[in-house]
């Protein structure tokens, strides 16, 4: 299913969790720019993708490509597979199964729009 489909379907069992969470990436800055596309929704700052959210059937999935290291997680709640790249990122990501825990998608947001700004090219 497209996600233009899953965003104007109430039906979707997440269609909460993923507007709470749509809205408060929206929130962070308004200089974001969202892009829609087949099986994701991409948010840009300078041209660059810091993170991305992907409705599931079972969760809705947020993601970004960068540094493990670099990212706080007390929680130890962010999967990471690592990526054997020449720069060496990895893709942490987030599945959000109930609204309760927006919250951590949203911080994983907050810490890859912080890290993507303060980039130097």
């Known amino acids: ?15 909460k969790s993923l507007q709470n969470l749509l809205k408060r990436i929206r929130d962070i800055n308004t200089y974001i720019v969202e892009e829609v596309e087949d099986d994701k929704i991409l948010f840009k700052v300078r041209d660059m993708v810091f993170v991305y ?24 709640k962010f999967d990471v597979v690592p990526k054997k790249t020449l ?7 987030y ?12 911080s994983l947001a907050q810490q890859a729009y912080t890290r ?6």
């Open 116 to 121: 993507f700004k303060r980039l130097i090219l």
């Open 87 to 93: 720069d060496g990122t990895d893709t942490i990501s």
């Open 53 to 76: 959210v992907e409705p599931l059937d079972d969760c809705v999935k947020i993601s970004t490509d960068f540094y493990a290291d670099r990212i706080i997680d007390l929680a130890n």
């Open 1 to 15: 299913m497209k996600v233009e489909d899953i965003l104007n379907d109430e039906d979707y069992p997440h269609q």
């Open 95 to 106: 599945s959000i199964k109930s609204p309760l825990f927006v919250q951590y998608g949203v």
